[in-house]
């Protein structure tokens, strides 16, 4: 078997690749929470993540590889509930790289630490052959407290919440490798729209954050792993009128294109309203809205995602298929 | 400025350009540590490092990328006093990589782990183009407990140990690229024999491990950092056999030779054979020595390391200049 592209899109291929190597190489009970980020024991629990950025370009509309490289690991961290508060970075340098982009770089990574209120803490750089390129390692570390939050937690009942709209993120890249500039990036620290939910005293059963393989396979990877049915609402979904268009120009679904700034939240439906209200409150999250509901499976039923069509219809979504586009984070 | 080979050689290109770009972009307090790895507060004290491994070969006599990948990590926890618990890995592939090596890579690491006693708690995956390489990032948590081991506290007196024989591993690669494969890499985790040094009740002052820039290298950082004069005396410095002819047959000079297995130990001098001797009865630590020592500079002097050589003469070491071998962790 040889290595190609979709090994790394986040979808199928991924998951094969973890299942078949790295799992049966040393699969352990931390690694098969299978969460953004893995709750460690310690004397106050902490949440640890690991996310390497390969962006291509390394600077698009809206954002650089550097403020991708602090806000996904940061991400993965409160999707948790944990508190953010280490950083690691790992730099690969390919020959050739202007050290002008480096510094660019390096310089977005200090302002999005400093708005998502992590410390830089360990660093390393090498240098390889190459073109030029930049690749980033970040790794880290959050408090995690009382608090627990993870799939398993699910319940029927709960409601599904995205901050959101979604797809900005791949059209931002894919707009910038065609020359169309059109539409931003929504890269940003997901931590303070989740410290206001906790504070406002809400039961946060489970989050993720929307990256690589989009909302649909999130949602998959949630209903896959609580065993439960999760149902969402085609029209619910927020999404910007200049990512419609271009997805629509591209034939591409929104539902499986990347983000790097939006949360998915689930919660009980009873408490669903209350949470949309603060998180609109929040940088970040203007336009959050339920999108859908949680259910029981039948006896012997898979768990799957379905979505109510525009049209009335109901089609089931699975994971992202093959290699997604390729580079976007 | 454009990034070259010499940026990535760990010597004082590499802290230039940490200087120049990182430092500013996001130095604080932690950071400006300037330890292999990070000691950070939380309800028990942590370290946290990170470090990436580009070597090529990825398979060579004695180790291959993976056990690199966790020793480097675990060996920085250690030199910190740390007993390493927790590594994450960030792969990232390069496509046409064959997936058997890949596998091999992540065996590696698994049995690696295992030696060492942590546990992989978090990873991460990204194919990009190219021609079928690997790169593996690797951070690591230790747990501090009420060890106090850094630079700082290196004092005049004090004895400088190292752990067996420099030059193995950069004799290794080298070899294998020049298909002259007479060297093992000595890459392994070395944090069985700090236990055993703090088992012993050892008051060990700083500890660093020997690797990109070799001894010459981490002895000049541990002297500046402590503002202390370092002399080492050449005859005691363990070098194999094998090692020496080849370095002799390619013109390098073992002290700048990079090590994978290798500790440098600095404690008080009336403590230093009672150490050697704790060494010698650890795995990898059979060839250890008490190598030189350490002295308070005259005023206004700058600190700096020094090499009693052979013939009874006395020369300055500076850290290792240009780029060394390129790729070899």
Do not use: W
């Not at 970040?138 to 699910?154: L, P």
């Not at 993120?169 to 729209?193: E, F, K, W």
């Amino acid at each position: 078997m040889k290595i190609v592209m979709a090994h790394g899109s986040g979808g199928d291929m991924t998951r094969r690749l973890i299942e078949e190597i790295f799992s049966k190489a040393y699969g352990n009970e931390y690694l098969s929470q299978l969460e953004d980020s893995t709750v460690l024991p310690c004397e106050t629990k902490i949440a640890y993540t690991t996310d390497s950025f390969v962006v291509t370009p390394p600077v698009f509309p809206g954002g650089d590889i550097g403020r991708l490289a602090i806000c996904g690991t940061v991400n993965d961290l409160a999707a948790r509930g944990a508190v953010p508060k280490y950083v690691s970075c790992g730099f690969i340098l390919e020959e050739g790289l202007d050290a002008e982009l480096l510094k660019k770089a390096a310089e977005s990574m200090a302002l999005a630490a400093k708005e998502a209120g992590v410390l830089i803490a360990a660093g390393d750089t090498k240098v390889v052959e190459g073109k030029g390129g930049l690749y980033i390692n970040t790794s880290g570390i959050g408090f995690v407290y009382e608090r627990d939050v993870k799939a398993k937690n699910i319940r029927s009942g709960d409601a599904v919440i995205v901050s959101g709209t979604v797809g900005d993120h791949h059209a931002a890249i894919l707009g910038a490798r065609l020359g169309m500039q059109s539409v931003s990036s929504d890269v940003a620290p997901l931590n303070g729209m989740v410290e206001a939910l906790f504070e406002a005293g809400l039961n946060v059963h489970a989050m993720r954050d929307v990256t690589r393989g989009g909302l649909a396979t999130v949602l998959c990877e949630l209903a896959e792993a609580s065993e439960k049915h999760i149902e969402i609402d085609e029209e619910k979904i927020p999404v910007s009128a200049a990512v419609k268009s271009f997805a629509g120009l591209m034939g591409l679904e929104p539902v499986y294109m990347g983000n790097e700034g939006k949360m998915v939240i689930i919660l009980p439906a009873k408490e669903a309203e209350r949470a949309v209200g603060v998180l609109r409150m929040c940088k970040y999250a203007e336009n959050a809205a339920v999108i859908g509901h949680v259910y029981e499976p039948e006896k012997e039923e898979k768990p799957e995602l379905t979505v109510k069509t525009a049209l009335g219809g109901t089609r089931v979504l699975d994971v992202l298929a093959g290699e997604g586009l390729p580079r976007i984070c």
